[in-house]
């Protein structure tokens, strides 16, 4: 019998990173498993790429989160937390040891997983240039669905990588 007192198993930190940070809107995607910001951004930080750097400070939309902590202790150290009154843009700012500032997509729990893995690959897409929220909107907008998956009459798919062209007469 589940209870909620009982632990949710976690799974791998859900984050997409650009190659190329700085040159796009975002800087990467990230899907958290909950709106506990305690929670999330402690796994955030302590998995957070290496070679990205150590998190060090994080800024925060208010409207994704359920509370907030002021200061995180992880690993080897501190993450100062803050937020902007009234932010709505669904971005958490990171500032890494080295002062390296990241703007990454925070992707709302809920979202499907198709919708969450393309709101991540569209955030980390230097060549994506709209905002955040106009992201978010549009992924929301779009069917979770592979058009393979759709089938016009029992005769099969409607699309298939092996159709086979009718002979010319």
């Known amino acids: 019998m589940t209870t909620s007192n009982t632990p949710r198993s976690r799974t791998p930190l859900r984050l997409r990173m ?3 940070p700085g040159r796009g809107t975002l800087d990467g995607g990230w899907w958290p498993q909950s709106r506990d910001l305690t929670t999330e951004l402690t796994d955030l930080a302590t998995h957070f ?4 750097g150590r998190i060090v400070r994080a800024l925060f939309s208010p409207p994704d989160w359920d509370s907030a902590p002021r200061r995180l202790h992880v690993g080897q150290g501190q993450v100062k937390v803050g937020s902007f009154p009234h932010d709505d843009t669904h971005i958490m ?3 890494t040891s ?6 990454v997509l925070v992707v709302p729990p809920a979202m499907t997983d198709g919708q969450g893995d393309e709101a991540m690959l569209a955030a980390s897409s230097v060549a994506y240039a709209h905002s955040a929220t106009s992201l978010l909107d549009e992924v929301d907008a779009t069917p979770d669905v592979n058009p393979r998956d759709h089938w016009t009459d029992e005769g099969g798919p409607w699309q298939s990588d092996d159709l086979v062209a009718a002979p010319s007469h």
Do not use: G, K, Q
């Open 98 to 103: 080295d002062r390296t500032v990241l703007r």
């Open 18 to 20: 650009s190659a190329h």
């Open 93 to 95: 700012v990171l500032t």
């Open 49 to 52: 790429p290496h070679t990205s």
